[in-house]
């Protein structure tokens, strides 16, 4: 397989961060929805934080957000952006493309 983002790049985003958003849809069901809903709207409640994950449907909201952003977010987890520290950090589960693939997907929720 190939190697972890953690791995290969350290977490460091470069070039075009938006791979397949389909692929990334899979791996999003996988990993992401318990939290942040199947749909990117955060409709669930998440233990141990006070206020959810913000809705990645929101297009104003997600415009203020770069693929960097999403990148290290995903790839170091929530405190690594100012976030909450209950986001985990995938770097060491998933590839470089497989987190450039889902950039592309949650980008796909607010169509930004």
């Known amino acids: 397989g190939a190697d972890t983002a953690l791995a290969a790049n350290n977490c460091t985003p470069s070039g075009d961060l938006r791979g397949d958003a389909d692929r990334g849809a899979a791996l999003h069901l996988k990993h992401c929805a318990d939290c942040h809903g199947a749909d990117g709207r955060a409709n669930v409640i998440v233990m141990h934080m006070?206020?959810?994950p913000a809705d990645q449907s929101d297009a104003a909201y997600m415009r203020t957000l770069t693929d960097q952003y999403l990148y290290v977010a995903t790839c170091k987890g929530g405190l690594a952006v100012?976030?909450?520290?209950?986001?985990?950090?995938w770097g060491d589960v998933l590839s470089d493309q497989a987190i450039r693939d889902l950039v592309a997907h949650i980008r796909?929720?607010?169509g930004t």
């Open 108 to 110: 796909s929720f607010s």
């Open 82 to 89: 100012g976030k909450n520290g209950v986001m985990p950090a």
């Open 50 to 52: 006070d206020q959810g």
